[in-house]
């Protein structure tokens, strides 16, 4: 799948009145589904309940209050995630690039932390062949094609649930850093996506 556009994340440098952020396509024209939605429509405010309902990555239970709560005093990770999710597009409305890539992480992440410690040889291939797919048939084309590229320099540990785990959690990783997000620490990875945190809030 190849690209010749903006790096998904990054702004359009064309001189056409193109919104900052506004992601372009393989075919040249703006990318809908690679764009965030505050860069597709800016300007746009939408109602943050709204848009706890409309989230895709899990969690819509949340309350705007607890956003607003974020916000106020939470750390910078917190605080980041609350403002990306308050101008996310309005219920059942398509997603954006950054609902796309929660829910598509939370698939991943929750399948990894569930894949077995010791695979079969059907297992591993049917893992292969989805982490494989991703680059060819993710809808964000910048996405799949950096996607694509970074498991080419590091191919996929099919071999059992905590290497795949690990893996996953470093290609996440590549993502967030190319975005200028935090790094998730590796070791928490079962904490955030199998077990919860010890203080049982999750349970
Ligand atoms: C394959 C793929 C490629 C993508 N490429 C791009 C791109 O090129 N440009 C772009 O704009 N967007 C891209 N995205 C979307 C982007 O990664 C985010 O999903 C989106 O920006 C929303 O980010 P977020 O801060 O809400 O949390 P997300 O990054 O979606 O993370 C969801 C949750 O996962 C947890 N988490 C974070 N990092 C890790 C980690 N390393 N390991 C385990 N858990 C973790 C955190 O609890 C976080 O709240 C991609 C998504 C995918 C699935």
Redesign the pocket.
């Given at each position: 799948m190849s690209t010749t556009n903006v790096?998904?994340?990054?702004s359009s440098t064309s001189k056409n009145k193109m919104p900052p952020g506004m992601?372009m396509g393989p075919d040249g024209k703006p990318c809908k589904i690679?764009?965030?939605f505050r860069n597709w429509r800016p300007g746009t405010t939408s109602g943050i309940e709204g848009n706890e309902r409309g989230r895709a990555?899990?969690?819509g239970h949340r309350s705007a209050a607890a956003m607003m709560a974020a916000l106020a005093s939470g750390t910078a990770?917190e605080k980041?995630?609350a403002v990306?999710?308050i101008d996310g597009p309005p219920p059942n409305c398509p997603p954006d690039?950054?609902?796309?890539?929660?829910?598509?992480?939370?698939f991943?992440?929750t399948t990894a932390a569930y894949y077995p410690e010791r695979p079969s040889p059907t297992q591993r291939a049917n893992m292969l062949m989805l982490l494989r797919s991703?680059?060819v048939l993710?809808p964000?084309t910048?996405?799949?094609?950096?996607?694509g590229e970074d498991m080419k320099t590091h191919p996929p540990d099919v071999s059992g649930r905590v290497g795949l785990?690990r893996w996953?959690?470093?290609?996440?990783?590549?993502?967030?850093e190319?975005?200028g997000?935090?790094?998730?620490?590796?070791a928490?990875?079962d904490e955030?996506?199998k077990d919860g945190p010890e203080d049982g809030r999750c349970d």
């Open positions: 790096p998904a994340g990054a992601v690679c764009t965030a990555g899990g969690g990770s980041t995630n990306a999710r690039v950054e609902q796309l890539g929660r829910a598509t992480w939370t991943l992440h991703l680059p993710y964000c910048n996405c799949a094609d950096d996607f785990s996953l959690c470093e290609r996440h990783n590549e993502v967030n190319k975005l997000k935090e790094r998730f620490d590796c928490k990875t955030r996506w």
